[in-house]
């Protein structure tokens, strides 16, 4: 993970929302960017699985962005938007697991065929009483 941290580019920014003038002069915000198509430091199955755990955070050209801007401190945003990172990354390093078919049991198709019947009888009682006979 060491080869990540010279990866990152952290760049401070203004945050929006509450906070008095202090929001309007300070950059605590923090703006996380990391190059995950031309990253050497990832394989290609977990470029592609972190492609697609990040979805509107990456852009066109392959850059994840990650905004921290819940703490009123540099240092606290700075730390929210690495351990957010290292979090993708971890979900993303998790192997999905192999579906495998199955087929519906015997007793499981028969006991479909039982509800349906008994559908079809509730249907049959609300009908006319002419239409039944």
Avoid: H
């Avoid at 703490?71 to 290292?86: K, W």
């Amino acid at each position: 993970m060491k080869n990540l941290d010279s990866e990152i580019t952290l760049e401070y920014i203004r945050a929006s929302g509450p906070g008095g003038q202090n929001v309007n002069k300070v950059a605590t915000a923090v703006q996380l960017r990391f190059d995950v198509v031309n990253s050497p430091s990832l394989a290609s199955d977990l470029k592609g699985r972190l492609i697609r755990l990040a979805g509107k955070r990456i852009t066109a050209d392959g850059v994840l962005i990650l905004e921290a801007k819940k703490y009123r401190t540099q240092e606290g945003n700075r730390e929210d938007a690495i351990q957010r990172f290292y979090e993708l990354i971890r979900k993303a390093g998790e192997k999905p697991k192999v579906r495998r078919k199955t087929k519906p049991t015997k007793a499981s198709k028969e006991e479909r065929l039982q509800e349906k019947k008994r559908r079809g009888e509730v249907k049959k009682l609300r009908r006319n009483k002419v239409e039944r006979e």
